[in-house]
């Protein structure tokens, strides 16, 4: 509809004068009262009343003064447009291929320039960044040189090394499947032996679709923890808690999960104690008796030794991906148990086997106490963003599959170990399946020696968790230091291995602190903390809101009846801890 109002006949022939004149430049008055003013026009599209349909006229009545007339129609009155393309490359055209001296110096010192911005240069992929580490846009601030490797973004002092290294940083998907199993299966290995009692309790049916949901729970709400980061915006279990909740969450996440997986390593230490040495003297029944080596059967040296030389350089890791190794030998631990108990349960003499009769119930009365044993068996929930961060890509569809396939194992290996082990022993079914074997059965100290193995492979898992608590609540908003990093590793693992020397059981405190933390890491907090960032508008019941309701009812419900339990079981001796000096 806007057409360019024709030139005048007498223009046409300085035309080609003009393109090739800047296309911005100052212009004198007499230029531009030689110049027609008026540069589009609207009308119709015809050509043919073209003339005819000027809305603006601005006739020229003195030199350098101008009136506008309105009219009907309406002008648009502009500057002369010219076109860019065209007069760009007229002035290309007029420009001399030739390079004269000066331009040679200059393109000179430009490559040198270049040269020497380029070594200071970040990156262009510098992988991903640990999630207590700031992500920061490096295009948003000004890189300066300085000395060594480093430069300075912003006020900050960024080590290229470290962040070029980071391009490859990160695990596969087979490592995170590792350790995520491994944190099921070995950090709840000790509950996981109290499978086959826990269906005792529950009745044959029952137990298993325990199994079965609390599996499927604990595989959502392990996901549902990283959602949580995403829509928070968050890079730590802290993070999610402090946006939904302020300081109070953050405050009680931090306690719920420095509690739990310090009570997991302590724990782990007086497992080792009394199965190594046990395993050690069974097999070299004149160990003791040996000058030097009766040391190793020693159970404060055994503690000692295991601590110091495997679970100690493991945990000085930065990077809980290059745990996978330890977390595979783990899994195969776990896996000798399992079928160590599969293979010798039918061979056991007749007189250490239970009643067969009645064995396949549908409903016992314990089934309330089996809930809680089934739900921590499960519980891996405060290691899910560190080993979410440790994937090379992380993404949401990734570690769904790590999450279904470590899970899975895991069901896998509850099931097989909680059932070959009830159908043998049913009314004799101890909280140790392992102490329902003989003392001299060789394959089942096979797996108890396993079973001690897995435990200072597993430590390390949950000093990740401590450290990283202390680092992302105290020191979130600080660099990286060596110096900090050891010390918090050395602190967290002797102060547990001190536990563990002086200690053979802690009774009813790692039941209370361990029932309620995995409760509220599990099931409370993920849910709770989605309904808080989701869509505020959708009511409770809504379909997005209702199941995370659910499993916090549920939540709260066992949590409730573990500390029942608990404090029951602490006005009895059996509640009481044990001092081994």
Known sequence: MFKQTSRSRLDVASDSDEHRQPLLRSRSR???DQQPQTIFTAGDDSDDDLEGTSALVTPKIARGTHTVTFKEEVQVIAPQLRSTTSSRETQFEQDSDDLDEEAMRELENANVTARGEREQ????LVGLFDSSASRRSLESFPLSGTNGNTVLIGEDTVDL??????RTAGGGMVDSIANMANSILGAGISVDLGLPYAI???GFFAGLMLLVILCAVTDWTIRLIVINAKLSGGHSYIDIMSHCFGSSGRAAVSFFQFTFAFGGMCAFGIIIGDTLPQVLRSVFPKLPTIPILKIFANRQFIIAFCTICFSYPLSLYRDIHKLSRASALALVGMLIIVFAVLIEGPHVPPGMKGDQAGKYS?????I?????????????HHNSLLIYGSLRTPTLDRFAKVTHVSTFISLLSCLTLGISAYIVFTDKTQGNILNNF???????NVARFAFGLNMFTTLPLELFVCREVVEQYFFSHEAFSPQRHLFFTTTILFSSMLVALITCDLGVMLEITGGVSATTLAYIFPAACYIKLVDKRLPWYSATKLPAVICVIFGLLVMVISLFLALAKSWTPEGSPKICI
């Open 30 to 32: 007499e230029d531009l």
């Open 121 to 124: 240069r970040m990156p262009l």
């Open 161 to 166: 090394d470290e962040i070029a290294a980071k």
């Open 200 to 202: 005792r309790q529950a």
């Open 362 to 366: 549908i409903i016992e009365p314990g």
């Open 368 to 380: 309330f106490q089996a809930i809680g044993v089934i739900s921590f068996a499960f519980v891996c």
């Open 438 to 444: 003989p003392q001299n059965d060789t394959l089942i």
